[in-house]
C-alpha cells in the first residue's frame, strides 16, 4: 500500500521561509503526478502547487512567485519551498499523488505564520 509522509511545517513569521518534504513508498513515484494542497480552517481545501510526472508545473495565483514545488524521482520525495510568507498562508497543507487511477493523500502538516 502506499504510503506518504510529510514534514517541514511550523511555526514561522511573516516575511520567512519553510520547506516541505513529502516521502512516498509503496508508489511508482516517477509516473506520478504530484501536489500539494492546503486547507485553513472554515475553508475549502484548495490547490497550491502541483507538478506532473514529466516536471510541468503549475501554482496557485496567491502563491506564484514565493513556492516552488519540486521532485526528486530517485529520492521518491516531493518537496515544497515556501518563500516570503504571508499570515494568510497559515493553514494545514497536504501532499497528495496520483497514479493512474489511485489518488494517495498525507497526513497534513501544519503551517503557522505570525505577522
Known amino acids: 500500500q502506499g504510503q506518504l509522509v510529510e514534514s517541514g511545517g511550523g511555526l514561522v513569521q511573516a516575511g520567512g521561509f519553510l520547506r516541505l518534504s513529502c516521502a512516498a513508498s509503496g508508489i511508482t513515484f516517477s509516473m506520478a503526478d504530484n501536489g500539494w494542497y492546503r486547507q485553513a480552517p472554515g475553508k475549502q481545501r484548495e490547490l497550491v502547487a502541483h507538478i506532473s510526472s514529466g516536471g510541468s508545473t503549475n501554482y496557485a495565483d496567491s502563491v506564484k512567485g514565493r513556492f516552488t514545488i519540486s521532485r526528486d524521482n530517485a529520492k521518491n520525495t516531493v518537496y515544497l519551498q515556501m518563500n516570503s510568507l504571508k499570515p494568510e498562508d497559515t493553514a494545514v497543507y497536504y501532499c497528495?499523488?496520483?497514479?493512474?487511477?489511485?489518488?494517495?493523500w498525507g497526513q497534513g502538516t501544519q503551517v503557522t505564520v505570525s505577522s
Open positions: 497528495n499523488v496520483k497514479y493512474l487511477i489511485t489518488e494517495y
